[in-house]
């Protein structure tokens, strides 16, 4: 009967379903991003006042100088720096997805390669040395790698330690570039600068980019979370107004039920499967969305926010039926 009830709303009222359904997955989508951008500003970078960034940009399409750039960003990732890459070499090797991380993840050690692989895989785990126990695994989360998860992960002590080891192509090595970063004394030291310099006359240059941790939150707290307090107020809104429309037009029906002994509570119940529709496709969708490049971030908060919005909702909903006093007509008023 709830179910039949619900899906008579929804094929009566399918443009505003459609309407509020994509209102409602913008917004979570939003609030999503909002919360992974804060949360990586604040691990991102050693928690530095500010963040590095840097865009291998071509000028030539060819790269007769490739192996001249690898050994310059080799030598500024023996001593400074650290980055990530994978290397299709050694992913053909193991037959699995190996991350090789470049910097100063064991304290007190020279070691600065070390790879980062499923703990599913057999191959690796009885060749190489494990070293999960040394690993800093905050330097690790700085990094901020998409689908990479370190309670997911064994680090391994790399066979290869130079750069020029990896057999790296000009997609891998500009990977390298992207995903490269510095400690504050690093920058303070003029360190990034100085590498950006060797590149000046490559066949790829860097674009090193400073941004303000402060300026990225406080453009969030300054214009997003107002145009998001915007748009879902004037969601609420719009649901209200349907639902009051839609309680005018069932409420003779609606006190047929409470004649034949229903209470305000299987009204609402009835009525809820709008929402719940709504919240389930919802949720089914960014997860959907957070499969394709999975963050550990999104997981979390994406359940938090289908939550708050379906309660939110909920109460809406609730606080109009009771206003709607249906007993009262069934004593004749």
């Excluded at 040395?129 to 690790?140: E, F, G, P, W």
Aim: charged share 25%.
């Amino acid at each position: 009967m709830i179910i039949r009830h619900s899906t008579k709303y929804i094929l009566n009222n399918k443009t505003i379903f459609i309407v509020i359904l994509f209102l409602v997955i913008a917004v979570s989508l939003m609030v999503t991003s909002m919360c992974m951008a804060i949360s990586n500003n604040n691990i991102a970078d050693l928690k530095l006042n500010t963040q590095t960034y840097f865009e291998p940009v071509p000028i030539s399409f060819e790269f007769n100088d490739l192996d001249s750039m690898i050994k310059e960003t080799d030598a500024l990732l023996s001593k400074n720096g650290q980055s990530y890459f994978i290397s299709q070499d050694l992913n053909e090797k193991y037959n699995c997805r190996i991350f090789v991380l470049v910097g100063n993840f064991i304290d007190d050690s020279k070691v600065r390669y070390i790879w980062a692989v499923s703990k599913n895989n057999d191959k690796l785990r009885k060749e190489a040395v494990k070293v999960n126990d040394s690993i800093d695994y905050i330097n690790i989360e700085n990094l901020n790698i998409s689908d990479f998860d370190t309670k997911d992960k064994n680090f391994y002590m790399a066979d290869l330690n130079k750069l020029t080891d990896y057999k790296l192509t000009v997609d891998s090595f500009s990977d390298v570039i992207n995903n490269l970063s510095f400690s504050e004394e690093e920058i303070k030291n003029k360190v990034a600068e100085e590498f950006v310099k060797k590149f000046e006359d490559k066949t790829i240059r860097i674009k090193y980019i400073e941004n303000s941790k402060e300026n990225e939150v406080s453009f969030i707290i300054i214009y997003v979370i107002p145009f998001l307090i915007i748009v879902i107020t004037g969601i609420y809104i719009s649901l209200i107004i349907f639902y009051k429309n839609v309680l005018y037009k069932m409420r003779n029906e609606n006190i047929v039920h409470i004649i034949s002994g229903a209470t305000v509570k299987d009204i609402f119940l009835r009525n809820s499967m709008f929402i719940i529709i709504i919240m389930i496709c919802n949720f089914l969708f960014l997860t959907w969305a957070n499969t394709i490049d999975k963050d550990a971030i999104a997981s979390k908060v994406i359940p938090i926010i289908c939550i708050i919005e379906f309660v939110f909702a909920e109460i809406i909903l609730y606080i109009l039926i009771k206003n709607e006093n249906l007993e009262r007509y069934v004593g004749g008023e």
